[in-house]
């Protein structure tokens, strides 16, 4: 069980996780999502210890990191895959870890086998491709054969055989009765793996919830309707008693009614339709709606432009400051 | 945590990089091969020279003369064997591995300086005999009054300045900050403070210029230096206590 308690995370002036509260429980995969810059490592590195918070507490099991004896043995982390001294081979780099926590040596060929890096065991780091490196240390936070699991955007870089791979492992972990706590941006990784999700964007909370009931509150279904004659077709509608509301792009949308009716009822009035079409409004849009007020750097659309190119020398110097959102 | 568990896995990560055993050998072979040279140059020399300089003629320090360059070798060792941690990123594994950061800290300094010693008794003992041989009738006797406290100090000035060198990177954290700012204090700015006159009164406090006068038997020419050969070295020792200690207080506090 991992338990943030007003985390707070602050460098100088701009605030990289704020007042944090949520508990990760065990037996299930937690999904901890947010956009790029949302604080997602920084809250991991400090519930680490690795980093100091500025304010609030974080405890594994009831206590602080640094109390922990032999902390590997408690939780076992995957930070960055290059977080390892490439001219060290696989075995070593775990051995090194493993003497540092009194864990038998017997266990660095254990999670060498689980990871499949048996037969590179004695090859430097620096040789391995990225998936090999996330596998190695995915070995390391195996390593204490802990109780609780923290992987941060563990499916980066990896090919789709060792995402399959990942996402089984993290599974079968939770089956197992441990605590696994994984970061990702892309909400469709999770909506297949995580049981629970944690939202942040721009270090706050946004929701902590079950997986299941994220679907069901986010995914609405309704149906799209294009016309050449959009006002009769409200009003026929609106006698229907049913409500349309209209799309940024001049068609409507119509909830909790099926496209077979409203297509009948289009007909008996004998309405054209340029489009009649059921939508499902995915997680990945729904994620995207939670957490657009809180998206520290915004791709510039169309009605929010760059500044033009300065005139003059020296122009490039001054950048506009930019102000989070 | 038991501090056996992390002395046992810092011996295995300096023992499992190549950087360990180039820069200790280097050390080792620079400093004995450059002393050899130099002594057949002095034995050469030696008619030619004034009366004065005769009188001062140390065949000991001579001997010791390649630890000029042979300690920037050591002062690489120092410099990797800590940033290592850092330039790689190995640093987070490291401290959630072992979050007593003093723990970590002095445990990866003891196993390095540990191995500093030994090989810079071994690199001592070596220049000294091998360059006593090429001496001939000049050579000094290991039995001589001061020359064994010489030799045994040569082996403890290369440990000192790896270990000075370890603090100032556990400070700085970036292997070409610290190199850089080593690597010309020792090589160029101590060597000239210490020497001209004018800077000498300072100079002469600077650690390397205070720890190598364990290395002398013979006074030099002209030497007032306010120190003994352990005043000296016990100058240097607390430069390296400063460093070390500037290195455990900024690792203490600062986000890894």
């Not at chain 1, 993290?170 to 441990?178: F, I, P, W």
């Not at chain 2, 070798?73 to 490291?94: D, H, K, P, Q, W």
């Given at each position: 069980?991992i338990e943030?308690?007003?985390?707070?995370k602050?460098?100088?002036e701009?605030?990289a996780?704020?007042?944090?509260?949520?508990?990760?429980?065990?037996?299930?995969v937690?999904g901890?999502?947010g956009?790029?810059?949302a604080?997602?490592?920084?809250?991991?590195?400090?519930?680490?210890?690795?980093?100091n918070p500025t304010?609030?507490?974080?405890?594994?099991?009831?206590?602080?990191?640094?109390?922990l004896?032999d902390?590997l043995k408690?939780?076992?982390?995957?930070?960055?895959?290059?977080a390892?001294?490439?001219?060290r081979n696989?075995?070593?780099?775990l051995?090194?870890l493993?003497?540092s926590?009194?864990i038998?040596r017997?266990?660095?060929?254990?999670?060498?086998?689980?990871?499949?890096l048996t037969?590179?065991?004695?090859?430097?780091?620096?040789g391995?491709?990225m998936g090999?490196?996330?596998?190695?240390?995915?070995?390391?936070?195996?390593?204490?054969?802990?109780?609780?699991?923290m992987?941060d955007e563990?499916v980066?870089g990896?090919?789709?055989?060792g995402?399959?791979?990942?996402?089984?492992?993290?599974?079968a972990?939770?089956s197992?009765?441990?605590?696994v706590f994984?970061?990702?941006h892309?909400?469709?990784e999770?909506?297949?793996?995580?049981d629970?999700?944690?939202?942040?964007?721009q270090?706050r909370?946004?929701?902590?919830?079950?997986?299941?009931?994220?679907?069901?509150?986010n995914?609405?279904?309704y149906?799209r309707?294009?016309?050449?004659?959009?006002?009769?077709?409200?009003?026929v509608m609106?006698?229907?008693?049913?409500?349309a509301?209209s799309?940024?792009?001049?068609?409507?949308?119509?909830d909790?009614?099926?496209?077979?009716?409203?297509?009948e009822?289009?007909?008996?009035h004998?309405?054209?339709?340029?489009?009649?079409?059921?939508?499902?409004a995915?997680?990945?849009?729904a994620?995207?709606?939670?957490t657009?007020?809180?998206v520290?750097y915004?791709?510039?659309s169309?009605g929010?432009?760059?500044?033009?190119?300065g005139?003059?020398w020296?122009?490039?110097?001054?950048q506009?400051?930019?102000?989070?959102? | 945590m038991?501090?056996?568990?992390?002395?046992?896995?810092e011996w295995?990560?300096?023992?499992s990089v190549?950087?360990?055993?180039?820069t200790l050998s280097?050390?080792?072979?620079?400093?004995?091969?450059?002393g050899?040279?130099?002594?057949?140059l002095s034995?050469?020399e030696?008619?030619k020279?004034s009366a004065?300089?005769?009188?001062?003629f140390?065949?000991t320090?001579?001997?010791?003369?390649g630890m000029s360059?042979?300690q920037l070798?050591?002062?690489v060792?120092?410099?990797l064997?800590?940033?290592?941690?850092?330039?790689?990123?190995?640093i987070?594994?490291?401290?959630?591995?072992?979050?007593?950061?003093?723990?970590f800290?002095f445990?990866?300094?003891?196993?390095?300086?540990?191995l500093?010693?030994?090989?810079?008794?071994?690199?001592?003992?070596a220049?000294?005999f091998l360059?006593q041989?090429?001496?001939g009738?000049?050579r000094a006797?290991?039995g001589?009054p001061g020359?064994?406290?010489?030799?045994?100090?040569g082996?403890l000035?290369?440990?000192?300045?790896?270990?000075?060198?370890m603090?100032?990177?556990?400070?700085?954290?970036s292997q070409?900050?610290a190199?850089?700012?080593?690597m010309?204090?020792?090589?160029?700015?101590?060597?000239?403070?210490?020497n001209?006159?004018?800077?000498?009164?300072?100079?002469?406090?600077?650690p390397?210029?205070?720890?190598s006068?364990?290395?002398?038997v013979?006074a030099?020419?002209g030497?007032?230096?306010?120190y003994?050969?352990?005043?000296?070295?016990?100058?240097?020792?607390?430069w390296?206590?400063?460093a070390v200690?500037?290195?455990y207080?900024l690792?203490r506090?600062?986000?890894a």
């Amino acid at each position: 069980m991992i338990e943030l308690t007003g985390l707070t995370k602050r460098y100088g002036e701009k605030v990289a996780v704020d007042h944090l509260t949520f508990t990760v429980r065990p037996g299930i995969v937690t999904g901890f999502l947010g956009p790029n810059g949302a604080g997602k490592s920084t809250t991991m590195r400090m519930v680490l210890g690795l980093d100091n918070p500025t304010a609030g507490d974080v405890r594994i099991d009831g206590k602080h990191y640094a109390d922990l004896r032999d902390p590997l043995k408690y939780i076992g982390a995957l930070l960055d895959a290059k977080a390892m001294h490439g001219g060290r081979n696989a075995y070593n780099h775990l051995l090194c870890l493993a003497q540092s926590n009194g864990i038998p040596r017997s266990r660095v060929s254990e999670v060498l086998e689980t990871v499949g890096l048996t037969s590179v065991a004695k090859k430097r780091a620096k040789g391995f491709s990225m998936g090999m490196g996330q596998r190695l240390g995915i070995a390391g936070a195996l390593l204490g054969d802990p109780e609780i699991l923290m992987f941060d955007e563990p499916v980066n870089g990896l090919d789709p055989e060792g995402i399959h791979w990942i996402r089984n492992l993290m599974k079968a972990l939770a089956s197992q009765g441990r605590t696994v706590f994984v970061s990702s941006h892309l909400m469709s990784e999770m909506a297949l793996t995580a049981d629970h999700l944690v939202v942040i964007g721009q270090g706050r909370l946004l929701a902590d919830t079950s997986m299941a009931g994220f679907i069901r509150e986010n995914s609405r279904s309704y149906v799209r309707l294009r016309s050449p004659e959009q006002e009769r077709l409200r009003d026929v509608m609106h006698e229907a008693g049913i409500t349309a509301v209209s799309a940024a792009n001049g068609s409507l949308e119509v909830d909790g009614v099926t496209s077979e009716q409203l297509g009948e009822l289009a007909a008996r009035h004998q309405l054209v339709l340029h489009e009649l079409s059921p939508q499902q409004a995915s997680l990945e849009e729904a994620f995207m709606r939670l957490t657009a007020e809180s998206v520290e750097y915004h791709a510039h659309s169309d009605g929010d432009r760059p500044e033009p190119p300065g005139a003059g020398w020296g122009a490039g110097v001054q950048q506009p400051k930019r102000k989070g959102v | 945590m038991a501090a056996t568990q992390v002395l046992k896995s810092e011996w295995t990560k300096i023992k499992s990089v190549q950087s360990t055993i180039w820069t200790l050998s280097l050390a080792a072979i620079v400093t004995i091969g450059l002393g050899v040279l130099i002594s057949i140059l002095s034995k050469n020399e030696f008619q030619k020279m004034s009366a004065q300089d005769k009188l001062a003629f140390d065949p000991t320090f001579v001997s010791f003369a390649g630890m000029s360059l042979g300690q920037l070798a050591m002062i690489v060792f120092g410099v990797l064997v800590v940033s290592n941690e850092y330039s790689t990123g190995m640093i987070r594994m490291s401290l959630a591995a072992v979050p007593q950061r003093g723990t970590f800290l002095f445990s990866k300094i003891t196993i390095a300086s540990a191995l500093a010693l030994a090989v810079g008794m071994v690199t001592s003992f070596a220049s000294f005999f091998l360059g006593q041989a090429m001496l001939g009738d000049l050579r000094a006797d290991i039995g001589d009054p001061g020359v064994l406290r010489a030799v045994v100090g040569g082996g403890l000035y290369m440990t000192l300045i790896a270990l000075f060198s370890m603090g100032v990177a556990s400070m700085l954290r970036s292997q070409v900050l610290a190199l850089g700012v080593l690597m010309p204090f020792f090589f160029l700015l101590a060597p000239i403070l210490g020497n001209v006159s004018a800077t000498k009164k300072v100079g002469q406090y600077l650690p390397d210029q205070a720890g190598s006068k364990i290395m002398q038997v013979v006074a030099p020419a002209g030497d007032d230096a306010p120190y003994g050969p352990w005043g000296g070295l016990l100058i240097m020792a607390l430069w390296v206590a400063a460093a070390v200690a500037g290195g455990y207080v900024l690792l203490r506090k600062r986000d890894a």
